[in-house]
């Protein structure tokens, strides 16, 4: 639970091959209900590199919906209400199809109470700073529907 900040993203994505770097400084606040919103105001861009290009990454909006855990794993899932999107673009600005909205996702998480998290998705880490001394990551027994636009 509480509030955490992306140190950044890393990796290479197990579907395309691409290597993933950037994205400091996005929020996801967690609440002790299991409702987790993601805010990625002030963040850097991701980078994505895939045969010699280099694409960038930026979101808009919030992220909202319920998490869950068990076994080591995350699921999330966007409630009604959530307006994050990505946007990719060329090394040219040039950008590349439509915003696409938010999806859900399980992953696998590790956690290190009021210090560190880790969300690992399809070969990329998310690493998060805890905002706080009291955070702590999502409970193994959070199971909860997200309301309506959640906060």
């Given at each position: 639970?509480?509030?955490?900040?992306?140190?950044?993203?890393?990796?290479?994505?197990s579907?395309s091959?691409a290597?993933?770097?950037?994205?400091a400084g996005?929020?996801?606040?967690?609440?002790?209900?299991?409702i987790?919103?993601?805010?990625?105001?002030?963040?850097?861009?991701?980078?994505?590199?895939?045969?010699?290009q280099?694409?960038?990454?930026?979101?808009?909006?919030?992220?909202?919906?319920?998490?869950?855990?068990?076994g080591?794993?995350l699921?999330?899932?966007?409630?009604?209400?959530?307006?994050?999107?990505?946007?990719?673009?060329?090394?040219?600005?040039?950008?590349?199809?439509?915003?696409?909205?938010?999806?859900?996702?399980?992953?696998?998480?590790?956690?290190?109470?009021?210090q560190t998290?880790?969300?690992?998705?399809n070969?990329?880490?998310?690493?998060?700073?805890?905002?706080?001394?009291?955070?702590q990551?999502?409970?193994p027994?959070?199971?909860?529907?997200?309301?309506?636009?959640?906060t």
């Amino acid at each position: 639970m509480g509030t955490w900040t992306t140190t950044g993203v890393s990796g290479t994505q197990s579907a395309s091959g691409a290597s993933v770097s950037g994205g400091a400084g996005q929020l996801l606040t967690i609440s002790s209900d299991g409702i987790m919103t993601i805010d990625p105001t002030g963040s850097q861009p991701v980078q994505l590199s895939l045969e010699g290009q280099t694409y960038t990454v930026t979101q808009a909006g919030v992220g909202s919906g319920s998490v869950t855990t068990s076994g080591g794993q995350l699921t999330y899932k966007t409630a009604e209400g959530d307006s994050l999107s990505s946007t990719i673009a060329a090394s040219d600005g040039t950008t590349i199809g439509t915003p696409a909205a938010d999806e859900g996702f399980t992953a696998s998480y590790t956690c290190t109470p009021g210090q560190t998290m880790t969300i690992t998705e399809n070969g990329v880490t998310y690493s998060f700073t805890s905002g706080n001394t009291t955070t702590q990551g999502p409970s193994p027994s959070a199971s909860v529907t997200a309301s309506p636009t959640p906060t």
